[in-house]
């Protein structure tokens, strides 16, 4: 599950674009298991999706199903609901909040 308190969405994206331009292996993200770059792929394609259905008009539970779906690979037997509620709190209070993006989302000093 990608934490959003303290990191920018699209700060996010654009790491995760950066990592993938990086020849590698395995990648030993800072939480997680190790992944495969196939493995890589396949997390960064269900938050693409997120993201990219939190910025549409779909519902909040269309958004967490399409995390949930996208990323069942990595989502421990168990932690299902869990993630869920994570999902729709991040969906709601820092993805579709501007107020949250304004605190989130500044510009990088020089």
């Known amino acids: 599950m990608p934490f959003f308190d303290t990191g920018c969405p699209d700060g996010w994206r654009a790491a995760l674009g950066e990592i993938a331009a990086t020849p590698f292996e395995r990648l030993v993200p800072g939480h997680g298991d190790t992944m495969t770059r196939e493995q890589f792929t396949a997390w960064r394609a269900a938050f693409d999706a997120w993201l990219d259905c939190a910025a549409?008009?779909?519902?909040?539970?269309?958004?967490?199903?399409?995390?949930?779906?996208?990323?069942?690979?990595?989502?421990?037997?168990?932690?299902?609901?869990?993630?869920?509620?994570?999902?729709?709190?991040?969906?709601?209070?820092i993805l579709r909040s501007p107020d949250a993006r304004d605190r989130f989302c500044r510009p990088l000093a020089p």
């Open 56 to 93: 549409s008009p779909a519902d909040v539970a269309t958004c967490v199903a399409t995390w949930r779906t996208g990323a069942a690979a990595f989502i421990a037997p168990g932690d299902e609901a869990r993630i869920d509620e994570y999902a729709a709190y991040y969906t709601t209070e």
